[in-house]
């Protein structure tokens, strides 16, 4: 991987975006690339010369994004890839028009939803939150494993959350079926994030893929969209601009992930500010038990049970 970060950069606590080297001819595919965090990563990656796949539930959300990409870098290598990753038909009709000698170098599984007010399910009948986040990139990745292959370097890097240290997000009813909050929901899918990154980089070591976990602090994005009530919008508004830092600043953690020789397999990311709001990026604790092999073995299986999917190394 070719990067311009020194040693002695990363461990002063001073990486910025400016320390990515020359990207060309790496491929990232990067999920909710159309908005938010996944939009400010794919236009760093491509402002070095990567070409990145933007992929999201809808097209003319991707064109948009595209153009706008293409506004400010002309020379910009973008593609987009219609897929909702709470539908695994829909993740396995994407990964099946890529080409077939296509090689990933850096997939993101970025995407996700947060706060929804009421249970819901996915088109496959999988509690919403924990569906998407957790179990259609769970899908996607078993799917553009052998695209991943295919690379001389690859990297997986997976966006969790602070919540993934909530007591909260205990792995147990998965489906949320006998208890449903959407906090506890979103703190469960995303702690899966986490232990699911564990288990893939313990079975990923030696094939030279890597999987690393991120989280990118507090940032107004696309997922507040479900929160509803005065209250909430006025939480909101209130922290945009002392607590939640920008979407650019929030996709410096997946970056620098993706793109750092000092990044370690399964190791965790997040800003290194006050309570790791924001900042620049660093190897933060993970949760409590997260690094368990025998919870990242059950998940691990509950997983390919519910997506009827063999994740194969």
């Known amino acids: 991987m ?15 975006p400016d320390e990515i080297g020359d990207l060309t001819g790496r491929t990232a595919f990067i999920t909710g690339g159309n ?24 097209q003319g959300k991707l064109d948009l994004a595209v153009a706008e990409l293409r506004g400010t870098q002309r020379d910009a290598l973008v593609d987009t890839a219609v897929v909702d990753l709470g539908s695994l038909a829909s993740i396995a009709a994407a990964t099946s028009r890529l080409a077939p000698s296509e090689t990933i170098d850096l997939l993101f599984n970025n995407a996700g939803v947060m706060n929804v007010p009421e249970r819901r399910t996915t088109v496959d009948g999988f509690e919403l939150t924990f569906g998407t986040n957790h179990l259609g990139h769970f899908a996607l990745t078993a799917s553009l494993l052998p695209a991943l292959r295919r690379s001389s370097a690859a990297r997986i890097v997976t966006v969790s959350a602070i919540a993934a240290t909530w007591r909260i997000g205990r792995l147990d009813d998965l489906m949320s079926e006998r208890r449903y909050g959407a906090m506890r929901a979103y703190a469960k899918s995303k702690r899966a994030n986490v232990v699911f990154t564990q288990e893939l980089a313990r079975r990923l070591a030696g094939t030279g893929i890597e999987a690393v976990v991120v989280h990118p602090g507090s940032a107004v994005t696309n997922l507040q969209r479900h929160s509803q009530g005065l209250l909430s919008r006025a939480v909101i508004a209130l922290t945009r601009n002392v607590v939640m830092g920008s979407p650019e600043g929030a996709a410096w953690p997946s970056l620098y992930a993706a793109t750092s020789p000092d990044v370690a397999n399964g190791g965790f990311y997040g800003p290194a500010g006050r309570d790791q709001t924001s900042g620049t990026p660093k190897q933060v604790a993970l949760p409590d ?25």
């Open 35 to 58: 908005s938010g965090i996944g939009l400010e990563t794919a236009r760093v990656l491509a402002r070095y010369g990567a070409r990145v796949i933007l992929a999201g539930r809808d």
């Open 289 to 313: 038990r997260a690094d368990d092999p025998a919870e990242g073995n059950r998940l691990w299986t509950e997983s390919e049970r519910l997506t009827s999917l063999r994740l194969t190394i």
């Open 2 to 16: 070719s990067a311009r970060t020194s040693r002695n950069s990363a461990s002063a606590g001073h990486w910025t």
